[in-house]
């Protein structure tokens, strides 16, 4: 599951609003990718994941054409 998919399941079941802005502890329990249970994504260049308002896409600190969530 991408981490918008999370964003608005997360949404949905706590009721939330378009302008709400969830953060990756509120996130974390239906994150069931990597090592570790839970565990938040990090971007394999280094940079770090912004969750974002839950009408705004996800994108990455690095940022730049090529680089996108």
Do not use: F
């Not at 991408?2 to 302008?19: F, M, R, S, Y």
């Amino acid at each position: 599951m991408c981490i918008d998919g999370v964003k608005q399941q997360w949404a949905l079941e706590h009721k939330k609003t378009a302008n709400e802005v969830p953060t990756w502890d509120d996130l974390r329990p239906y994150l069931p990718w990597g090592r570790v249970e839970h565990e938040i994504p990090v971007c394999p260049q280094g940079g770090k994941y912004i969750i974002g308002g839950l009408d705004e896409r996800p994108k990455c600190s690095i940022g730049g054409s090529g680089h996108s969530i």
